[in-house]
């Protein structure tokens, strides 16, 4: 019986241990495998001869020739852009103005055919009836020389071609010279006064409405003046213009002449006062300050050229004021001058764009109207065009040779 008992223990241990090992085994195979750390092992180290141990003997490595060697290739070599660098614009240097008129004459073709080569022929009629010198009037009124002017030279050529008698062309012709000559006048001081003095450069005020070239005038009037030997310096004071003080400049810049300039829409009178101020500091002769033309009303015309000069003679007389005119608006450009005239004391005028005219008369007729001369005349759109105005050789290019 015990034997029994033995064997059946004996049967129950083994049957749980089998079954054990049977749970055990599938817990294993249910859970992840675990990750194992990477080992990292270090670069064997070659190992130096102990005491008493010979030196492995060293291995030869194979050797390349010269030719074998492979130079490394060039990098492509980089498009390297010159910087472009801005060259100052190169001066220029001006005609001489001595003759300039004379050299120039050939622009006064279209006044020449009106005015002089037509009284010439009218002249030169053999009977000079009443009809005749109707004819004479119409020709002196429609070149704007004036009724006043016009009925002044008439009576004149009247007297003097009873007096002499026979007419042949050159008798005509010097007689129609001096009385033309005279008409306009040779005394008067044409002038621009830009020579420095005590109190510092010579101030030019230039006016005149927009539309008549004043400010290219203004650049013209600075290349006369180095063409004279004058060291210049602009005031861009026509802030209301676009654009004025940019073509100003430019002009400036073509003689070496430095332009102070403000804001577009600042104060006329303080950039005028600034150009003065520099002109001192740098010792020029000469200051050209460029008004503004846009004043729609008399007294805002007044208002602004009056403070201009009141602020500009803090540093010093101005010397000379001259007004622009387009000699095409005949008399409108009368008008204007009357208006101008009430605002600041005219010293001189500039006529432009007689070339394009065939009313020369009108140079008479301004000067009777303002009471000034005419100091310089425009002859064209090129930069030497504008002439120092000479009353002998103004009449010899108006009746032609």
């Known amino acids: ?14 049957v749980g241990a089998i079954a054990g090992l ?7 195979q249910q859970l992840p495998p675990k990750s194992q750390a990477p080992v990292i092992t270090a670069p064997p180290t070659p190992r130096e001869p102990a005491v008493g141990e010979e030196a492995a003997p060293p291995t030869e490595e194979p050797r390349r020739t010269v030719e074998e060697v492979k130079l490394p290739e060039a990098e492509a070599e980089v498009e390297t852009v010159p910087e472009t660098v801005e060259e100052a614009p190169a001066i220029e240097v001006p005609e001489p103005t001595a003759g300039r008129l004379v050299r120039l004459r050939s622009r006064l073709s279209r006044s020449q055919n009106s005015l002089g080569k037509g009284l010439l022929s009218l002249l030169s009629r053999e009977h000079l009836d009443e009809d005749t010198w109707e004819e004479i009037e119409e020709t002196l009124l429609t070149a704007d020389v004036g009724v006043a002017p016009t009925q002044e030279l008439v009576e004149r050529l009247r007297t003097r ?49 927009n539309g008549v070239g004043k400010t290219t005038t203004t650049g013209k009037l600075a290349r006369v ?16 213009r676009a654009a004025a003080a940019d073509q100003l400049q430019t002009w400036g810049e073509r003689v070496g002449a ?16 600034d150009a003065v101020k520099e002109g001192i500091a740098e010792g020029a002769d000469t200051v050209l300050v460029d008004t503004a033309g846009r ?14 000069k009141r602020v500009v003679e803090k540093h010093g007389p101005v010397d000379e004021v001259l007004l622009v005119l387009d000699a095409t608006t005949g008399q409108n450009g009368l008008i204007q001058a009357r208006v101008f005239a009430e605002v600041v004391d005219i010293t001189g005028i500039v006529l432009t ?27 064209g759109e090129g930069a030497d065009d504008l002439a120092p105005f000479e009353p ?10």
Request: hydrophobic share 45%.
């Open 161 to 209: 071609v009873k007096v002499l008698g026979t007419r042949t062309p050159d008798e005509l012709r010097g007689l129609l010279r001096e009385e033309l000559v005279g008409l306009i006048g040779e005394d008067s001081d044409r002038t621009v006064r830009s020579t420095k003095h005590e109190e510092g450069p010579a101030v030019v005020l230039v006016v005149g409405v």
């Open 1 to 14: 019986m015990e034997y029994v008992i033995l064997a059946v223990v004996i049967a129950v241990v083994a």
């Open 295 to 308: 004043l729609h009303t008399k007294t805002g015309l007044m208002d602004e050229l009056g403070k201009v």
């Open 353 to 379: 764009k007689l070339d394009g005219t065939a009313k020369g008369g009108i140079v008479v007729a301004v000067q009777r109207e303002l009471g000034v001369p005419v100091k310089l005349i425009g002859l």
């Open 392 to 401: 002998g050789a103004f009449v010899d290019a108006l009746i032609g040779d």
């Open 22 to 28: 049977v749970v055990s085994g599938r817990r294993r």
């Open 258 to 273: 430095r332009t102070v300039r403000g804001p577009e829409g600042g104060d006329p009178a303080s950039i005028a006062f």
């Open 225 to 240: 003046l180095v063409a004279d030997g004058r060291k210049v310096v602009l005031g861009a004071a026509d802030t209301f």
